[in-house]
């Protein structure tokens, strides 16, 4: 298994499906199983998203999988998870898999970071950001949900009682301060950045649920984290600028991200615009 070195030093496996253009996702490849994969299933994810992505993409692409997000938060980058590492991280991810270009497809904050990746390199054949908003994203706003996160891990709170999936004011947060300081650094790396003015030359793809909106409360900066309603609102400037732009009628966050609901989107789009 190939083995790639971020730019903080450790170290991430990386696992390569299938044959043709080579397509990057970070995904976790493995099934996540036991209670981890119980508690997923409460909150709508699947435990085995990488796994059903890669089987539904390994027969007309060379799949390069690999878990970022799970890494980070093994692995914390508290001062150092900025755009400029992400993309040095994923073009070292890139090299390891011996890909001189390649695709991309993320999701929600790994859907941002394609787009940073896109800015910085000139290596990507095509780009698909699922659950994040290609212009008007939300940065302001996950910048004040990630400080509320950290402020709270500063200073932990034993659980009130049973997590209601769905419904954040239950959450008590139990991340160690590393791990939600990362993404403190991320978002105010993205402070001031304007995604209106970026323009790219590749093929890219946009998409997101319709109800893709999460109203936290004042605990969490109560602020709204609102995917749809940019995707919508900014379609014709999409369009205007390249993108195509998909919207899942009825899924929010979680469902818009499933195999089910992907796979006949981003499948077909590659196929005509990723050359063999």
């Not at 040095?88 to 904050?109: C, K, Q, R």
């Not at 469902?255 to 063999?276: S, T």
Request: charged content about 20%; some cysteine; hydrophobic content about 45%.
């Amino acid at each position: 298994m190939p083995i790639a070195t971020l730019h903080d030093g450790s170290a991430l496996d990386v696992q390569i499906h299938g044959t043709g253009p080579s397509l990057l996702i970070p995904v976790n490849p493995v099934p996540v199983e036991g209670s981890h994969a119980d508690e997923m299933r409460k909150w709508g994810a699947d435990p085995a998203l990488g796994a059903a992505l890669i089987d539904g993409l390994a027969d007309r692409f060379r799949v390069i999988t690999f878990d970022y997000e799970g890494h980070v938060l093994r692995y914390p980058m508290p001062d150092t998870l900025t755009p400029d590492h992400l993309a040095a991280d994923f073009t070292a991810i890139a090299a390891t898999a011996e890909a001189d270009t390649f695709a991309y497809y993320g999701y929600s904050w790994l859907a941002l970071a394609g787009l940073q990746l896109a800015i910085r390199s000139d290596r990507l054949t095509a780009l698909v950001m699922g659950g994040f908003p290609a212009i008007g994203g939300p940065y302001a706003e996950m910048l004040a949900v990630t400080t509320a996160a950290h402020r709270m891990s500063l200073a932990p709170a034993e659980p009130a009682g049973e997590v209601t999936p769905g419904d954040w004011d239950s959450v008590t947060m139990t991340m160690p301060e590393a791990q939600t300081r990362q993404f403190v650094t991320l978002y105010e790396s993205l402070r001031g950045f304007d995604d209106g003015a970026v323009d790219l030359d590749i093929p890219r793809l946009c998409f997101a649920g319709s109800a893709d909106t999460i109203a936290y409360g004042d605990k969490w900066g109560g602020v709204t984290v609102d995917i749809a309603r940019p995707v919508v609102r900014e379609a014709a400037t999409l369009a205007r600028k390249g993108w195509e732009v998909r919207v899942l009628d009825g899924l929010d966050h979680t469902g818009a991200m499933q195999a089910a609901a992907v796979l006949p989107i981003i499948k077909p789009w590659l196929v005509r615009n990723v050359p063999a």
